[in-house]
């Protein structure tokens, strides 16, 4: 059985890096081959993994959605829409050492893509059982977990800043988890970026008030910002570096299958 894990956070709190991370933590626990989908429009998880995207699920969605008005139309005479979204999908899956990715990418205009949407949802939990895990970096909303296009998770991680305010929108995501009914079997908080590991007594009281099940505190690593300002993939970090060797620490306590 494939194992789903999906990290969720507010943008700008290192969700993605630390999603990056943990895919990189499970190639080289021997947890392979993974899924990594990039699930988050304003994402770059294949930056931190080091992989370059050609063709996202947003840009075969947008294809197939207006091949009837398209001149040509992108579509070979006598192949039907779900032909064609199936012998374009292996172009939108990214093979790698491992592990593949797919970037679900983002709707550009207006117009209804139930239909494309399903063709996608069927693909997608086609492929995925061929992976040991499948671990996805979502938006907050978890948009495409909760319509059921990407098939329902095990685990979900919330990342977190270390500030009030990040641990609150935290909160809101476990919230609307519970209230989204999406069956996570646990759901946990990473903080990130806390200076020296550590938290401070007004974010303890706050990740109590939110009622969130601290997983692990991940420390501000200056190599995070070096790598990612030199362009170097974040998961080419030293397997010593700061924030690799806590979030070890963490994942261990899953025990994951």
């Known amino acids: 059985?494939?194992?789903?894990?999906?990290?969720?956070?507010?943008?700008?709190?290192?969700?993605?890096?630390?999603?990056?991370?943990?895919?990189?933590?499970?190639?080289?626990?021997?947890?392979?081959?993974?899924?990594?989908?990039?699930?988050d429009a304003n994402s770059n998880l294949n930056e931190v993994l080091g992989v370059k995207v050609d063709l996202t699920l947003g840009d075969l969605r947008e294809e197939i959605a207006h091949a009837e008005?398209?001149?040509?139309?992108?579509?070979?005479?006598?192949?039907?829409?779900?032909?064609?979204?199936?012998?374009?999908?292996?172009?939108?899956?990214?093979?790698?050492?491992?592990?593949?990715?797919?970037?679900?990418?983002?709707?550009?205009?207006?117009?209804?893509?139930?239909?494309?949407?399903?063709?996608?949802?069927?693909?997608?939990r086609k492929y995925y059982l061929n992976y040991a895990?499948?671990?996805?970096?979502?938006?907050?909303?978890?948009?495409?977990?909760?319509?059921?296009?990407?098939?329902?998770?095990?685990?979900?991680?919330?990342?977190?800043?270390?500030?009030?305010?990040?641990?609150?929108?935290?909160?809101?995501?476990?919230?609307?988890?519970?209230?989204?009914?999406?069956?996570?079997?646990?759901?946990f908080l990473i903080v990130n970026r806390a200076p020296g590991g550590v938290l401070n007594d007004g974010v303890k009281q706050e990740i109590e008030l939110q009622g969130l099940n601290l997983l692990g505190v991940l420390p501000q690593d200056d190599l995070v910002y070096e790598y990612d300002s030199a362009g170097k993939p974040l998961v080419s970090l030293p397997d010593d570096a700061p924030v690799k060797t806590a979030l070890k620490a963490a994942i261990e306590k899953l025990h994951l299958p």
């Not at 992108?74 to 797919?102: C, N, R, V, W």
């Open 133 to 187: 895990y499948m671990v996805v970096d979502n938006e907050a909303g978890l948009e495409h977990i909760s319509r059921g296009i990407l098939p329902p998770v095990d685990l979900i991680i919330l990342v977190s800043d270390c500030s009030r305010r990040g641990i609150q929108a935290a909160g809101r995501i476990a919230k609307m988890i519970v209230s989204l009914d999406l069956k996570a079997k646990d759901v």
């Open 69 to 124: 008005i398209a001149e040509p139309s992108p579509i070979p005479l006598g192949m039907s829409k779900q032909e064609y979204a199936t012998y374009k999908f292996g172009d939108a899956l990214i093979e790698h050492d491992h592990f593949d990715m797919l970037v679900m990418g983002r709707t550009q205009s207006k117009g209804c893509y139930c239909f494309v949407n399903d063709i996608l949802r069927e693909q997608i």
């Open 1 to 39: 059985m494939t194992f789903t894990v999906a990290f969720a956070g507010k943008g700008g709190v290192g969700k993605t890096t630390t999603c990056g991370l943990f895919i990189d933590y499970l190639i080289k626990a021997g947890k392979s081959p993974v899924l990594a989908v990039d699930a």
